[in-house]
């Protein structure tokens, strides 16, 4: 990922080990890394000078480079818990287990990540904090 703040990848891989998509946080296909943003805060308050509205996280990029193989029952791997908005398409997609490497302390936590493992464990996504395999 181009993102100075933070370097998400994710990879979708199936029950034989087999890896089916891979993603990073970034801009849509198309929308140049050089004319959109990449900050946090903007100077003014405004939000359309952030990041934010812009960038496609790693999950999804990761479900939707998958040359049309389907994500059910598969297992994603990603660096960070993921979001809310991730979550939910994680559910839809059909994936089985997330494997993630980092999670934001969910006392100190942004609401979003709450909600994410409310989702992820309401639809029964196993969720595992744990070492990437080799």
């Known amino acids: 990922s181009k993102d100075p703040n933070r370097q998400v990848g994710a990879c979708l891989v199936s029950q034989n080990g087999v890896i089916l998509g891979i993603g990073y946080n970034g801009f849509p296909r198309g929308c140049s890394d050089d004319k959109l943003p990449w900050a946090k805060k903007s100077r003014n308050g405004d939000p359309l000078e952030t990041k934010y509205p812009y960038v496609c996280h ?17 297992k994603l791997y990603v ?12 559910i839809q997609s059909g994936v089985s287990e997330v ?23 309401m639809a029964g996504v196993k969720g595992v904090l744990g070492i990437f395999p080799l």
């Open 58 to 74: 790693a999950e999804v990029n990761a479900i939707l480079n998958t040359n049309h193989a389907s994500a059910a029952g598969q």
């Open 79 to 90: 660096t960070m818990f993921p979001c809310n908005e991730c979550a939910k398409i994680i």
């Open 99 to 121: 494997i993630y490497f980092v999670e934001k302390r969910l006392e100190n936590s942004d609401k979003s990540y709450v909600a994410s493992h409310k989702l992820l464990s």
